[in-house]
């Protein structure tokens, strides 16, 4: 099991900024990947960015957002610049291990509005 603690949402105007925060814990030699999926109101949950083998964006974040993690892979961040009343979600935190197993935090609401 991977345990999964998000922090950093809430409430900013547009062209804000925040930074999201991910801790992992339990059997976190196994992760192979973490990242960052949102969903927005009425929407279905969206990839924004990933670093395993490679780091993934979704197009709508690129040049906005930058996800990273600590050396042993224990955290995963994402620095949101540039925020749009789009961007309104719940973000979710999420590790893959290297038996393919998902792993979901409990989410934290970013919400953009002046």
């Known amino acids: 099991q991977v345990h999964l603690v998000e922090s950093g949402g809430g409430l900013v105007q547009p062209g804000g900024s925040l930074k999201l925060s991910c801790a992992a814990s339990?059997?976190?030699?196994?992760?192979?990947?973490m990242g960052w999926y949102r969903q927005p109101p009425g929407k279905q949950r969206e990839l924004v960015a990933s670093?395993?083998?490679?780091?993934d964006y979704a197009d709508s974040v690129k040049g906005r957002f930058a996800v990273s993690t600590n050396g042993a892979r224990t955290s995963v961040y994402l620095q949101m610049n540039d925020l749009q009343p789009e961007d309104t979600a719940v973000y979710y935190c999420?590790?893959?291990?290297?038996?393919?197993?998902?792993?979901w935090g409990q989410g934290t609401q970013v919400t953009i509005a002046s």
């Open positions: 999420h590790a893959q291990t290297l038996f393919r197993d998902d792993y």
């Open positions: 339990g059997r976190i030699f196994s992760i192979s990947s």
């Open positions: 670093v395993g083998e490679t780091t």
